[in-house]
C-alpha cells in the first residue's frame, strides 16, 4: 500500500529547534511537500523539495533523501504561533500524465512558553 | 491571493440525502481536489479534475461523485448522505505545470450527516 508516516506529536519550548520527519511508501513520487494546518485553518502549503537536499525558507527548512525515503521538516527559533498540525505529502504520478497527492496523518506541534 | 471558497462552513443534513459541496476559485487553477479530513487519518483524496468536464477517482471514491463544468468550480455530490459521510471536507486547487505541488485549500465545510 501507499502511505507516509509522521509522529502523531512533538512538543517543544519557544526559542528551540524541532525536526518532523516523514517516511514514504508510494508506488510513484515526484516531490515531497511540507503544509501547517492551525485549529480550526484550512492547511497552507511552506515548502517543496523535488531533488535530495535542503531547502531553506525563512525559519523553516526542508530536506529530502530520496534514496531513503525520508524528508523532514525544521523549525527553528519556535514561537507560538507555530503550535500547529503539519502535515507532509507526496506527489504520485499517475500513469495518465495527471497527479495525485497523498498526504501523511500529520504531526500535531505545541509550543511550550 | 489565490482564493478558494466554499459554499458552507457548516452543514447538517439527514441519512439518505443528496448533499452538494461547492468549491469556487478564483486564481484560473487548471487542478481541483476534494479531500475529506478525519482525525488520525489526514487529508484523504476523494476526487480531482485536472481540466473542465475532467475527472479522476481518489483514494476513496465510493459514495461521492463529482462534477465540473466550469474550469472554476468543482463540485462534490454525496449521493445518499450516510452518517460515515460525517467529516470536514476541504477543497483545493493548484496550477498545472511547475508549480502543481503547490495547492490552495479553501476553509472546509464541516459535515454532519445525522
Known amino acids: 500500500g501507499q502511505s507516509l508516516e509522521q509522529p502523531s506529536e512533538v512538543t517543544a519550548v519557544e526559542g528551540a529547534i524541532v525536526q518532523i520527519n516523514c517516511t514514504y511508501q508510494?508506488?510513484?513520487?515526484?516531490?515531497l511537500s511540507w503544509y501547517q494546518q492551525h485549529d480550526g485553518g484550512a492547511p497552507t502549503f511552506l515548502s517543496y523539495n523535488g531533488l535530495d537536499g535542503l531547502e531553506e525558507t525563512g525559519r523553516f527548512s526542508s530536506f529530502l533523501s530520496r534514496s531513503d525515503s525520508y524528508g523532514y521538516l525544521l523549525l527553528q527559533e519556535l514561537q507560538m504561533k507555530d503550535s500547529a498540525s503539519y502535515f507532509c505529502a507526496v506527489r504520485d504520478p499517475l500513469p495518465s500524465g495527471t497527479y495525485k497527492y497523498i498526504f501523511g496523518t500529520g504531526t500535531r506541534l505545541k509550543v511550550l512558553a | 491571493d489565490v482564493k478558494v471558497t466554499q459554499s458552507s462552513r457548516y452543514l447538517v443534513k439527514r441519512t439518505g440525502e443528496k448533499v452538494f459541496l461547492e468549491c469556487v476559485q478564483d486564481m484560473d487553477h487548471e487542478n481541483m481536489f476534494w479531500y475529506r479530513q478525519d482525525p488520525g487519518l489526514g487529508l484523504r483524496l476523494i476526487y480531482f479534475?485536472?481540466?473542465?468536464?475532467?475527472?479522476e477517482k481518489g483514494d476513496i471514491p465510493e459514495g461521492y461523485s463529482v462534477s465540473r463544468e466550469k474550469k472554476e468550480r468543482f463540485s462534490l455530490i454525496l449521493e445518499s448522505a450516510s452518517t460515515n459521510q460525517t467529516s470536514m471536507y476541504l477543497c483545493?486547487?493548484?496550477?498545472?505545470?511547475?508549480?502543481?505541488?503547490?495547492?490552495?485549500f479553501g476553509p472546509g465545510t464541516r459535515l454532519t450527516v445525522t
Open positions: 479534475s485536472y481540466d473542465v468536464k475532467m475527472k
Open positions: 483545493a486547487s493548484s496550477p498545472q505545470g511547475a508549480h502543481s505541488y503547490e495547492q490552495y
Open positions: 508510494t508506488s510513484g513520487f515526484y516531490g
